[in-house]
């Protein structure tokens, strides 16, 4: 998986960069491997959840996958609690 083909996480003003040229379809399919290591990493308990990988604009952070999902998954949750209130 490349994280290069996925683009930069943010633009040259801190925000999250707009996606032209591009239909939706070929957008999401691009994405098609990172969902199947989610989905493998979420169902298989040996799948290296505990793996340390590094992370970030220079790569200067590091966590576990495991960390990552939860971290996703609670990002998830507060945006669906603040889209409610």
Known sequence: MKTT???P???ANHKL???KGVS???LMSNYDDVILVEGHMCSNKNAGQDQVVTFGHENEKQATFRWGLWHMADY???HQLISIC
């Open 5 to 7: 083909q996925h683009g």
């Open 9 to 11: 996480m943010i633009d």
């Open 17 to 19: 960069p707009m996606v």
């Open 24 to 26: 939706l379809d070929t």
């Open 76 to 78: 998830s949750r507060y």
